[in-house]
Nanobody, 122 residues
Framework: VQLQASGGGLVQAGDSLRLSCAGSGRTFRNYHMGWFRQAPGKEREFVAASSWNGRTYYANAVKGRFTISRDDAGNMVYLQMNSLKPEDTAVYYC?????????????????WGQGTLVTVSS
């Protein structure tokens, strides 16, 4: 599975952005799809995930503001980010994991996109 994230940019606090992740090589249908982010000087952290069987999961910091969705037929995953805050500034990565037990850990994911930078100014 090859992944490519896009859609990042520079926005102001309160704005919205939609990140996209395009996949190739295999269908997403049997994969958990996740979004992670890494701010400068910090570890990569879980943001949101869509499990292979239709469940969604969110980090507390983004719950109610971000929405993950997927289009398995088109091998696309999206992250709609609303009410952005300066603390959301990070490089955002999409990732895929084949039916692993957990969706929250970076170690569960075998495939990663290259990342897209989101900068939120105050």
């Amino acid at each position: 599975v090859q992944l490519q994230a896009s859609g990042g940019g520079l926005v102001q606090a309160g704005d919205s952005l939609r990140l996209s992740c395009a996949g190739s090589g295999r269908t997403f249908r049997n994969y958990h799809m996740g979004w992670f982010r890494q701010a400068p000087g910090k570890e990569r952290e879980f943001v949101a995930a869509s499990s292979w069987n239709g469940r969604t999961y969110y980090a507390n910091a983004v719950k109610g503001r971000f929405t993950i969705s997927r289009d398995d037929a088109g091998n696309m995953v999206y992250l709609q980010m609303n009410s952005l805050k300066p603390e959301d500034t990070a490089v955002y990565y999409c990732a895929a994991a084949f039916k692993t037990v957990t969706v929250f850990d970076t170690s569960a994911y075998s495939y990663w996109g290259q990342g897209t930078l989101v900068t939120v100014s105050s």
